[in-house]
C-alpha cells in the first residue's frame, strides 16, 4: 500500500499583531491568500513522493470567514476542524484528529502514517522543505518518530528554544517558561513537524497545560529520547512568520522578487524589475518587456512580445501576442486581441473586448463593448455598451450617451463606418455597415447600411460682422 501523510495546518489563531482587514490566514500575498502557500508546497510535496495525501486546517477565529474561502478554492481536496477555543497548538491537533475520525471513520485504515504540522502563517516553507524534512523521518529506519525543523535566530526572542538531550533527542522551552540558562539558547523551533502519526495520537493524550500560560503545547511532544530528532536547517529566513504588516511586506517582496526571476528565466525583460508589481498567477509570453512601474493583477495572461510601458495597471485581463499597451493605461476584465494598440492614458473598463489590430488612443475609454478587428478609436471618447463593427474608424470625441438615466442602451456601429469628431451616438440605436456620420451630429435614428447622416444646425455667416460685432463686446 501506498504511504499516506496528512497535512494539518494551524490557522485558528487570531493574530492580534497583523493589523489588516482581512483574518489572519487570509492575508493577501500577491493575490493568493496567506493560506495557499502551504496548501500548495504540501500538494507540491506530496506529488513528487507519489504519497497519497489529505489537508486538514484547523480553524476558529473568525472561521466563516475562513471557511467561506478554503471551500469555495479547495472544494472536496481539504477538510476543516474547529477548535472553538485556542487553548494551545496541542489543543488545535486535538481538534483536528476529532474532525479527522467523524470524517474517516468509515474508513478501513483511519489514520496516515505520517502527519505534518505546519502553521498557516508561514508561507515561505516549499515543497522541497517538506521533503527534506521527511527524508529525515523515512531514512530513520524506524527509529524515528518525530522531526521537527529548527534554525539559528539572531533574535530568539517568542520562540520556543531548542533544548539538546545531553545523550539523544530534545524538547522544547517556550517563551513564557525559560529560565536564565535556556534563555540565550539561539536554536529555536520553526513550528514546522512531522511525525509519525501513532506516535503523535499517544503523545498528545500526556500533555498537560502546567505552564506559565496554561495552554496545551504541541512542543511537549518532544523529549529526550533516541526516537525524535530536531533538524537544524541553515537558511532560517524560510521561517519568517507573519505576524505584523512589516513581515507581510518583507514576506510578498520575496514572493515578488521570485515570480520576476522565473518570469525572466521565460524570456520576459523588465527595464526596472524592482518597481513592478506582478501577481502569483500572472503569465506573461517570451520577449515582452515590462517598463518601471507597471502593476499586474489577479489572473493575467499576456502572450508574446507585448510592450507593457510604464505606469500600466492591468487586472485579471488577457493579452494576446504583439499588442502595446502605452503608458499611463488602466485595464481590467477584458481581452485584447494580438497586435493591439492601446494607450497611453486609456481605460478600459470590465468586459471590453479588443479585437486584433485595434487602436484606442489617449483618453479614450471602453466599457462593456466589442471593437472588431481593424477598429481605430483613436482620441478622447467613451465607448460603452456597444459593439464596433471591423474596420470602422470611430473620430475624436466620439461619445456613446448609454445611460437615458434609468436603464442602460446599446449602439450598434457596422463594418467600415465612419464617424466623423465630435459625435454622440443617442442609445440604442444602430448605425449600420458602410456608413457616414458627418462630424458634430447627435445621432439619435437608425441609419441604414450606406447612409449619411448629418445631424447638426446649420452654419450661419455674416460677412464683415466680425468688427462690428467684436467693438460692441468692448463697450
Ligand atoms: C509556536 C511554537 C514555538 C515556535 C513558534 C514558531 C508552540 C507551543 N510553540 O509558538 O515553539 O517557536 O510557534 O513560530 O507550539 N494556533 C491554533 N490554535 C491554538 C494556538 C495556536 O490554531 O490554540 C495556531 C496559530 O494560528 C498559529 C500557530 O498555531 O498559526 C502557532 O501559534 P502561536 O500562538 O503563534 O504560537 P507561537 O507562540 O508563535
Ligand atoms: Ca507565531
Not at 32 to 51: A, G
Not at 69 to 81: P, T
Not at 210 to 224: I, S, V
Request: proline share 2%.
Amino acid at each position: 500500500m501506498k504511504t499516506k501523510i496528512s497535512a494539518v495546518i494551524l490557522a485558528a489563531g487570531e493574530g492580534k499583531r497583523l493589523k489588516i482587514r482581512e483574518v489572519k490566514a487570509l492575508a493577501p500575498i500577491l493575490g493568493q491568500r496567506m493560506i495557499d502557500y502551504p496548501i500548495e508546497e504540501f500538494k507540491k510535496f506530496v506529488h513528487k513522493r507519489s504519497l497519497d495525501w489529505d489537508v486538514g486546517i484547523v480553524i476558529g477565529h473568525r472561521r466563516d470567514e475562513v471557511r467561506e474561502y478554503l471551500e469555495k478554492k479547495y472544494s472536496d481536496s481539504i477538510f476543516l476542524a474547529i477548535q472553538e477555543q485556542q487553548l494551545g497548538t496541542a489543543d488545535a491537533i486535538n481538534s483536528y484528529f476529532k474532525a479527522y475520525n467523524e470524517r474517516f471513520v468509515k474508513h478501513s485504515d483511519k489514520h496516515s502514517d505520517y502527519t505534518l504540522v505546519i502553521c498557516a502563517d508561514t508561507p515561505l516553507i516549499r515543497a522541497e522543505d517538506m521533503d527534506y524534512l521527511f527524508s529525515q523521518i523515512i531514512e530513520s529506519s524506524n527509529e524515528i518518530v518525530a522531526v521537527a525543523a529548527t534554525f539559528l535566530a539572531a533574535n530568539p526572542l517568542g520562540y520556543g528554544r531548542i533544548v539538546r538531550g545531553n545523550v539523544n533527542g530534545f524538547h522544547i522551552v517556550e517563551e513564557k517558561d525559560l529560565d536564565n540558562s535556556t534563555r540565550e539558547i539561539k536554536e529555536v523551533n520553526s513550528g514546522f513537524y512531522i511525525f509519525k502519526t501513532s506516535y503523535l495520537i499517544q503523545a498528545l493524550s500526556e500533555i498537560k497545560n502546567n505552564n506559565n500560560a496554561g495552554e496545551f503545547y504541541l512542543t511537549d511532544a518532544f523529549e529526550d529520547s533516541a526516537a525524535v530528532k530536531a533538524v537544524l536547517f541553515n537558511n532560517g529566513n524560510k521561517f519568517l512568520g507573519v505576524n505584523t504588516l512589516e513581515q507581510l511586506e518583507e514576506i510578498e517582496k520575496i514572493f515578488r522578487r521570485e515570480k520576476i526571476s522565473s518570469l525572466r528565466e521565460e524570456g520576459v525583460r523588465f527595464v526596472d524589475a524592482d518597481s513592478v508589481f506582478i501577481d502569483y498567477a500572472v503569465k506573461i509570453g517570451r520577449n515582452s518587456l515590462v517598463y518601471p512601474g507597471v502593476v499586474l493583477e489577479g489572473e493575467c495572461n499576456i502572450g508574446e512580445r507585448v510592450v507593457l510601458e510604464s505606469g500600466s495597471v492591468i487586472r485579471q485581463t488577457i493579452i494576446e501576442n504583439d499588442v502595446v499597451i502605452k503608458a499611463y493605461t488602466y485595464i481590467e476584465d477584458s481581452i485584447i486581441k494580438s497586435k493591439a494598440q492601446i494607450g497611453p492614458f486609456a481605460h478600459l473598463r470590465p468586459a471590453s473586448d479588443i479585437g486584433e489590430n485595434v487602436k484606442v488612443g489617449n483618453f479614450v475609454e471602453v466599457k462593456k463593448s466589442i471593437l472588431r478587428k481593424g477598429v481605430k478609436v483613436s482620441h478622447l471618447s467613451y465607448v460603452g455598451d456597444a459593439e464596433v463593427g471591423e474596420e470602422s474608424n470611430v473620430g475624436c470625441g466620439f461619445i456613446t450617451c448609454n445611460y437615458d438615466g434609468k436603464k442602460k442602451h446599446k449602439t450598434t456601429i457596422g463594418k467600415n463606418v465612419f464617424i466623423g469628431s465630435d459625435c454622440q451616438a443617442v442609445a440604442p440605436v444602430e448605425i449600420a455597415s458602410n456608413s457616414f456620420v458627418a462630424a458634430g451630429s447627435t445621432i439619435t435614428e437608425n441609419i441604414p447600411e450606406g447612409g449619411f447622416a448629418i445631424a447638426r444646425s446649420r452654419q450661419v455667416t455674416k460677412p464683415g460682422m466680425a468688427k462690428r460685432f467684436l467693438a460692441t463686446e468692448k463697450k
